[in-house]
């Protein structure tokens, strides 16, 4: 089993930046890759941003890039999301996951293990 736990949310005005981070424990080893997913109220769960656990790959999706940076820290067991230029759009619950499969997708589907979440609020 992976357990992740998420921290860095907020409340913060549009244009203004936050950090979230996402520490994974357990068997950690297992982990092929990482994302983050974000869900608004009445919203499905949506694809934000994933990385390779190994060698870094990344990939965003359009409404974050240019904003939004994934990265990881193995040595920490932790990834992140650098969140700059924030818009009351990106308003959601921000979610990390984990998969162990070796596939580089964007489906929650995909993913084994998820943190509880963490509020992220864009005030306009």
């Known amino acids: 089993q992976v357990q992740l736990v998420e921290s860095g949310g907020g409340l913060v005005q549009a244009g203004g930046s936050l950090r979230l981070s996402c520490a994974a424990s357990?068997?950690?080893?297992?982990?092929?890759?990482m994302g983050w997913f974000r869900q608004a109220p009445g919203k499905e769960r949506e694809f934000v941003a994933r990385?390779?656990?190994?060698?870094?790959?990344?990939y965003s999706a359009d409404s974050v890039k240019g904003r939004f940076t994934i990265s990881r820290d193995n040595a920490k067991n932790t990834m992140y999301l650098q969140m700059n230029s924030l818009k009351p759009e990106d308003t959601a619950v921000y979610y990390c996951?984990?998969?162990?499969?070796?596939?580089?997708?964007?489906?929650?589907?995909?993913?084994?293990?998820w943190g509880q979440g963490t509020q992220v609020t864009v005030s306009s």
């Open positions: 996951a984990a998969t162990p499969r070796m596939v580089f997708t964007t489906s929650p589907a995909e993913y084994d293990y």
């Open positions: 357990g068997r950690t080893f297992s982990i092929y890759g």
């Open positions: 990385i390779t656990w190994s060698g870094g790959n990344t």
